[in-house]
């Protein structure tokens, strides 16, 4: 009988690693499935308008400081894998939009990093200038953690600046759609996988007791995922017809 439970007991605890391993996988992989039906609308349209590459800038800066925040707080490893997984996503996503933009634009003007142009930041035509950026941000928080990382409170703050910006994933394409009046040319598959990926990932947050502030990015996502959703129900012609 001894034999027989110490068995099951094993077979659980078999069980439980087999799931916690794939929630690490989905974990470490799932963020970047959602821009996979993004990426395949923009380039069947060969239009990039209905999508804001503001949601790149954001996550790029999110995951850069989520890495600075694991070198000074070391907490699970598939996080730090997942800010990896995300960077490199919101480049290839960054570079098809350039692709189509200077493939359809009419302008000779090209805006590039090296103008200095405020008005034209994050709308440059060089995929070159956004990985230039992405260095020199990437530069400054070294140097920065560098001088920084024995002070708690530094890496206290840097862990709530990595949350607050990933919090904020989904409020350029709310606010472009609320300019546009128009949620066309976003893929609407990728907001319900925005919606399910968070739901997950904040439960995983509280199951797995990580820092407090992953628990509270993943609220602030899922309720910012639901008001895209609702753009997209509200921005339908059936339903502003009836609306009037």
Same mark, same amino acid.
């Given at each position: ?37 993004? #990426? ?79 008005? #034209? ?82 439960? #995983? ?40």
């Amino acid at each position: 009988m001894e034999a027989e439970a110490a068995l099951q007991d094993e077979g659980t605890e078999d069980s439980w690693s087999l799931l916690s391993w794939l929630a690490s996988c989905l974990m470490v992989f799932g963020g970047a499935l959602p821009y996979v039906p993004q #990426y395949q609308e923009i380039q069947r349209s060969n239009n990039s308008e209905g999508f804001s590459t503001r949601v790149c800038l954001v996550l790029l800066v999110a995951n850069i400081l989520r890495i600075f925040f694991w070198i000074g707080k070391q907490f699970e490893l598939t996080l730090l894998l997942q800010s990896v997984v995300m960077i490199l996503t919101m480049f290839a996503m960054l570079h098809l939009c350039c692709t189509v933009q200077n493939t359809n634009r009419v302008s000779t003007k090209q805006h590039r990093l090296s103008d200095l142009d405020i008005r #034209y930041f994050w709308k440059w035509s060089a995929f070159e200038d956004y990985l230039l950026f992405c260095f020199g941000f990437t530069v400054l928080c070294a140097v920065v953690t560098l001088l920084l990382l024995d002070s708690a409170v530094f890496v206290e703050t840097l862990g709530s600046l990595a949350v607050m910006f990933e919090a904020m994933l989904g409020l350029p394409q709310l606010l472009q759609n609320f300019e546009n009046r128009s949620t066309k040319g976003m893929s609407v598959k990728m907001v319900m996988l925005w919606t399910a990926g968070d739901v997950f990932k904040t439960t #995983y947050f509280v199951m797995n007791e990580s820092p407090t502030q992953f628990a509270v990015c993943g609220s602030v996502q899922i309720l910012i995922d639901v008001a895209i959703l609702l753009q997209v129900l509200f921005y339908t012609p059936d339903t502003r017809a009836k609306l009037g």
